[in-house]
């Protein structure tokens, strides 16, 4: 696999590696990798969804400790209630938009205000 991966890029190879994630699982890995040896592998919209939701997650997770490290920053200890709303916020948009409040509030509570807490 690493071979046909080289030679196509790294994007092709997506559903030989899922069945070979499949293959391990049950024992068979080295029957499969033999079968794929010069196999056409195409991308798979599937796993390339797969791995925008996880991007996706990524930013909006990285986007809620940014807003806790600026209002650690700015205020210190924030309390859990807080923190547990930060990390539910799924929406990204939101939470760019709390960084902001965050940054222009002059104390926690004026922040819990602006974002309707």
């Not at 002059?106 to 309707?116: D, H, K, M, W």
Request: charged content about 25%; glycine content about 12%; proline content about 2%.
């Amino acid at each position: 696999m690493p071979a046909i991966c080289a030679a196509r890029g790294a994007g092709t190879c997506e559903l030989g590696g899922l069945a070979l994630v499949f293959a391990e699982a049950s024992g068979c890995r080295a029957e499969w990798e033999l079968g794929l040896k010069g196999w056409n592998v195409r991308e798979s919209m599937v796993v390339n969804g797969w791995k925008a939701e996880g991007r996706a997650e990524g930013r909006t997770e990285g986007r809620a400790e940014a807003l806790l490290a600026v209002l650690e920053e700015k205020f210190g200890s924030v309390p859990q209630d807080l923190v547990d709303t930060v990390r539910a916020t799924t929406d990204a948009d939101k939470l760019r938009q709390w960084v902001g409040a965050a940054v222009r509030a002059e104390t926690l509570e004026a922040f819990r205000a602006a974002i309707g807490g």
